[in-house]
């Protein structure tokens, strides 16, 4: 690694690159390998490979505790989960959720025929503005999708009182939201069910992998069910099901990864002061910001890039890192919306959706982890600050080589 100081150093101006290793944003978290490779002795030995077996049974029960929920049902991915919960839930029409989120909750409704209806975000939270939420209701809607972005939790009481007022139900999408909490009570206890992703790039992972938990004991038996293709016993299906099964070593990647959990989240908690440390003072630079009074998994370096104040974009400082093997995202670009099948869906929904729109255009994501440190870090912000120091003499330059 190598700490830039002078422009011309710079790797997209054909300087060295700063690091010799690619700095991924979601480089997993493995946690005690020893530990991990004895449970998959344990399992081998067993020769219980999947099916609710012992390993993913204490995993649901353990999350189940530590979230102070009544039911964890462990699934393969948080996409299949949010399928499930949905259809559990009876949701059919249109539901509304953000198009500031990852594709799958989107896909996850559209997949099952139902529309989903893309509502804007507030500015300073990135997650959806209720009052917009309201405004979206149509005699078609039977349900909200809200999305923990960042790990920070939406506005959850805004957001039952609308359900409630218009019957409406409410699940929310806590792929971020592990470990975090909302008004001292954890995550995962939220309206109807709460959808988790235990997914590699995510800072507790188990390989691929997801979970709903719910406290209503109706809801989580029918979804128990529908995730092993709806067998209510032997031979006896009762209700149409998926295979949406969490398997034995993810499981047992789970438990390893839980044992570690603390650890995460201090070296992200630490990755976080350095970023902010580093990026304090820099003009048009933003980190956001984490409610030091609730529980965080600090998961995500987001910044949000002012062009006119920075002198250079979020685009231009996102190829300046990647040059430098620094592989930041535009994490989530360019919006639900204008994806595929909702951009010819839905041609006009950016209308509607100013703040997605300019929160597009201004996010990008920096690599935490355990697999980054602190001079890693210190290097990231040189770079950073060196781009924006040096914006004039940059960006005409930049245009030559993006074009
Ligand atoms: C907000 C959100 N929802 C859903 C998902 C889907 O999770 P999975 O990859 O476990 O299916 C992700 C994955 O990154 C996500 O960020």
Not at 145 to 160: D, K, N
Not at 192 to 212: C, D, L, P, R, Y
Not at 386 to 401: G, K
Request: charged share 20%; aromatic share 8%.
């Amino acid at each position: 690694m190598n700490c830039k100081t002078r422009v011309e150093e710079l790797a997209i101006l054909c300087g060295h690159p700063a690091f010799s290793k690619p700095l991924h944003v979601g480089c997993p978290n493995i946690g005690n390998q020893a530990a991990l490779l004895g449970r998959i002795n344990d399992l081998l030995d067993r020769k219980w490979l999947t099916n609710n077996g012992p390993f993913v049974q204490e995993f649901e029960q353990r999350i189940a505790d530590f979230l102070g929920v009544k039911h964890c049902i462990a699934m393969c991915n948080a996409t299949l989960a949010l399928e499930v919960a949905s259809r559990a839930m009876a949701l059919h029409g249109e539901v509304i959720v953000p198009s500031f989120t990852f594709i799958a909750t989107a896909h996850s409704l559209q997949w099952q025929e139902i529309t989903p209806v893309f509502c804007d975000v507030d500015a300073a939270t990135h997650n959806l503005d209720p009052m917009k939420v309201e405004a979206m209701i149509t005699p078609r809607t039977t349900g909200i999708i809200g999305v923990h972005v960042w790990g920070r939790p939406c506005a959850i009481e805004s957001l039952t009182e609308i359900a409630q007022c218009h019957k409406l139900r409410l699940m929310f999408d806590a792929a971020h939201a592990f470990g975090c909490s909302y008004e001292g009570q954890m995550i995962g206890n939220f309206g109807e069910a709460e959808i988790f992703s235990f997914h590699a790039t995510k800072f507790f992972n188990t390989f691929e992998g997801g979970a709903v938990t719910t406290n209503n004991d109706d809801l989580a038996a029918k979804i128990r069910l529908m995730k092993n293709f709806g067998f209510a016993g032997h031979d006896n299906v009762i209700y149409i099901g998926t295979n949406g099964k969490m398997s034995e070593i993810s499981a047992a990647m789970g438990l390893t990864g839980l044992e570690s959990l603390d650890e995460f989240i201090a070296i992200n908690r630490s990755n976080y002061a350095a970023y902010l440390a580093g990026l304090q003072d820099m003009p048009g630079i933003q980190l956001i910001a984490y409610d030091e009074v609730e529980r965080c998994n600090y998961q995500y370096i987001v910044v949000e890039v002012d062009e006119v104040t920075a002198g250079i974009s979020r685009d231009e400082l996102v190829h300046i890192l990647q040059a430098e093997k620094v592989l930041a995202r535009r994490y989530f670009y360019p919006g639900c919306h204008m994806m595929e099948p909702y951009r010819s869906l839905f041609p006009h929904a950016g209308l509607l959706l100013p703040e997605t729109e300019r929160l597009t255009r201004r996010v990008m994501s920096l690599p935490t982890g355990t697999a980054v440190g602190q001079e890693e870090i210190a290097a990231v912000c040189a770079i950073i600050r060196l781009a924006i120091t040096n914006s004039r003499e940059l960006r005409p330059r930049l245009a030559v080589l993006m074009t």
